[in-house]
């Protein structure tokens, strides 16, 4: 992890080789294989880093973090396809932070970013970039990567694992390969004598695994694209699962943290005499911004930490919510300009051709929220340190651990848990970072480090706030000239910079799901701003294009109905690529869309419709919207994406369900505000997201025509929010630039 330390700081691509902190790694480094992390012991078989044999069990390994989505059961489905085992005879395991689980598919994006255009260049730029995550061994999930990632290569795993079992039984039976078959964890000879895998497992180890197995065709498959029941399903359904916040470790304390409530600030004295009085209370120790409370459970900690007397150190960004939009507001100059990825036509000469629409949206700062705080336990001895927590980042986990107290990584382990949520949340490793401080002062001890809703959610790392300004022309009942402007700080110059990081070049989650959307308005122009840093963020689900999809979309609509044309005829007018193209035929054809949207004039219905690439996903939506006495009512919500291959349909439903539901609730009821630099927002009374009783019907189609396979986790969010507005103006008129809706709008 050293290696991922030192050399991931600054990053070139050149030809073939990855430059990186001025080292080039040539074919050969990028191309050698990482060694296999599984250790086995005696009588057990590591065949390859994603499967284990023993005498009692086969275990897959699933490195991809699991936070709610399924992760390890898609994992787990994707090696079970080809080595032949049922699903309920596996067991899992996320495995131990290792360069070997790096990252394929982050590449893919950055490279659209890098090189928009189809082709060589563009094949080699992404080579190049995950040439560079390979070398410094990128283990993360995010990015909706899990199954883009592990689609061929745990297949090919499983695949090899299987042949080099077939192998071993060959050689001991005198017996072609070609003539054994495999099911069920069995190998089955000619006359149907089965071995079980597991009783193979000690003649297995150490054996060389077989290589450049050809994948099953999928006529053969029997997991992928069938309906399954994750393997986690029982465990949720009775509440039996453990997360993160239910680990205990022998012999550990409970603690909590009191933080400046300014995001990043310091402390400059406490004052902890009363809450070392209080019952249960062990301890009251420094820590970096703020103080680490010990004690002998939770809720105690909870209590002393609001009985300490601190003196906080201003905020390092402006203090006012109204100070963050004027910093955004300011950002529009060439001076900020980040990026201009998409400049078609010559918008400055058509914009001065017609009259000219403009306008203006904003969408605000957003808390993670996940239903599970943050945790970690943390121990650290003289010699080694180990680590249980939820995690998406588990190498940097163990990469910081070693630094902050001084002990080699290689000594560091990290127990990667089942996570109650992220939503990009666990991006971050801050209370792993502040339960190794309070453990360094408590050498030995299992330290359980456990969040306040209140401190989890004031002290989350929100969503990018982002402004964008609009303008256009219509000409002949059709959008003609569309000039998007956006200004946000840099999500990743922020989040990388807390990994000792810089971000060099310009952040594509400026313009992530605007600047490459698939419409070929003639006069088109999208340019990105970076405004300064301002409050500290992170990676948000969808990151840019949760905010970028509304603005795009909106202001799409605001010229197609200056046009007076159709919001969904019009966008299949202007549609340039066929993957979108199917996916808006398909919404249109699930909702019965015909004319202003299907529904019949001065109805209290409207109709709203929105697409996004995003992540590489075209996903569409269409929603209804009804205008009751007592407020709007969102009745149903219909959806296509284009995702390649749908491995299951059952989660890959439910994934579309929540994505839509987490961007329907935010754009209508939740914002993060500051005031004297705090967050104003602590808790889910004032941050509700979607109620129950707000859920709409929600329908869902996945569609596999394009030849990508694709992740499902991000994209339905970005269409919601603008789905929804075009919804309500359909149905009241009202125009929604600014999220929360409720604002403007009273929603039942």
């Known amino acids: ?70 992760a390890y059961h898609v994992q787990a489905a994707l090696i079970a396809e080809e080595l032949d085992v049922d699903l309920d005879q596996i067991g899992t395991d996320p495995g131990p932070p290792s360069a070997a689980y790096w990252n394929t598919a982050l590449g893919g994006e950055a490279a659209d970013f890098m090189v928009p255009a ?37 297949r090919r795993a499983g695949a090899s694992a299987r042949e080099t079992i077939k192998a071993l039984v060959a050689e001991r039976e005198g017996i072609a390969v070609a003539n054994l078959t495999t099911a069920a964890g069995h190998v089955i000879l000619p006359d149907g004598k089965k071995l079980a895998y597991t009783d193979l497992a000690a003649d297995l180890a150490g054996r060389d695994v077989v290589q450049d197995v050809p994948l099953r065709a999928p006529s053969e498959w029997r997991y992928i694209g069938k309906p399954m029941q994750r393997i986690d399903m029982m465990a949720k359904s009775t509440g039996t699962q453990d997360y993160g916040i239910d680990a205990v470790v022998d012999g550990m304390v409970h603690a909590t943290v009191r933080m400046n409530p300014a995001q990043g600030g310091g402390m400059t004295d406490f004052d902890a005499t009363e809450a070392l009085a209080l019952r249960g209370v062990q301890a009251v120790v420094p820590i970096s911004g703020g103080v680490g409370i010990v004690a002998d459970n939770t809720w105690r ?112 382990t990290v127990h990667v848990l089942m996570m109650g949520g992220s939503f990009g949340h666990r991006l971050e490793d801050e209370v792993v970072k502040q339960a190794t401080e309070i453990a360094m002062q408590m050498k030995g001890v299992p330290v359980k480090l456990t969040l306040s809703r209140e401190e989890d959610m004031t002290h989350d790392f929100p969503r990018q706030i982002a402004m964008a300004r609009l303008r256009g022309t219509v000409a002949d009942g059709q959008v003609a000239a569309m000039d998007l402007g956006i200004a946000m700080p840099s999500v990743m110059a922020s989040q990388l910079g807390r990994q000792g990081f810089s971000a060099p070049g310009p952040d594509s989650q400026i313009v992530a799901g605007a600047w490459d959307q698939p419409f070929a308005i003639p006069h088109q122009r999208v340019t990105g701003y970076r405004a300064p840093e301002l409050a500290p963020i992170s990676s948000w689900r969808a990151v840019g294009a949760s905010s970028n999809g509304f603005f795009y979309n909106a202001a799409l609509d605001e010229l197609i109905a200056a046009a007076g044309a159709d919001p969904l005829e019009e966008r299949l007018r202007l549609c340039s690529d066929p993957l979108a193209r199917q996916a808006l035929e398909a919404v249109a054809e699930m909702s019965n869309w015909s004319g202003i949207g299907g529904i019949a004039a001065g109805s209290r219905t409207g109709r709203g419709v929105a697409l996004t690439k995003s992540f590489g996903v075209h996903c569409a939506q269409v929603i209804e919207v009804t205008d009751t006495d007592a407020g709007l009512r969102i009745d149903t919500v219909w959806v296509a994406a284009e995702v390649g291959r749908v491995v299951d349909p059952v989660n890959f439903e439910n994934l579309v369900q929540g994505g839509v539901i987490y961007g329907l609730g935010h754009a209508m009821n939740s914002e993060i505000t500051y005031t004297g630099g705090v967050a104003e927002q602590s808790n889910f009374d004032v941050n509700p997201g979607m109620r129950l009783h707000q859920c709409p019907n929600i329908l869902v189609q996945g569609l596999e025509n394009g030849d990508r396979v694709l992740g499902i986790g991000e994209p339905p969010l970005p269409p919601a929010a603008p789905a929804l507005a075009g919804a309500i103006w359909a149905v009241t008129g009202t125009r929604l630039r600014e999220m929360p809706f409720s604002k403007r709008v009273t929603f039942v």
Do not use: C
């Open 118 to 154: 189809a082709g060589v260049i563009h094949d080699m730029a992404e080579g190049a970039v995950n040439g560079v995550m390979k070398v410094i061994g990128l283990q993360i999930t995010g990015g909706s990567t899990t199954v883009p990632d592990q689609f061929d290569k745990l």
């Open 1 to 70: 992890m050293g290696r991922l330390k030192t050399i991931a700081r600054r990053t070139f691509l050149i030809g073939s080789a990855a430059v990186v902190g001025g080292v080039a790694f040539g074919i050969y480094t990028v191309r050698k294989p990482h060694e296999n992390p599984l250790i086995a012991t005696e009588g057990e078989a590591a065949l390859t880093p994603y499967v284990k044999i023993t005498g009692d069990g086969i275990t897959l390994i699933t490195p991809r973090a699991d936070k709610g989505q399924g």
């Open 301 to 412: 900690a909870f209590q002393a930490a609001q009985a300490i007397q601190v003196t906080w150190e201003d905020p390092a960004y402006p203090p006012e919510q109204a100070d963050h939009w004027a910093a955004l507001d300011a950002a529009f100059t060439s001076d900020a300009q980040d990026s201009q990825k998409r400049n078609d036509g010559d918008i400055d000469i058509a914009l001065g051709d017609g009259t000219e629409i403009t306008a203006e949206y904003r969408a605000p700062y957003l808390a993670h929220a996940p239903l599970e705080p943050i945790n970690a336990i943390v121990r650290v001895d003289d010699t080694s340190a180990e680590v249980w927590t939820g995690t998406q980042i588990p190498r940097f986990v163990q990469a910081n651990v070693s630094r902050i107290t001084g002990i080699p990584a290689d000594e560091v």
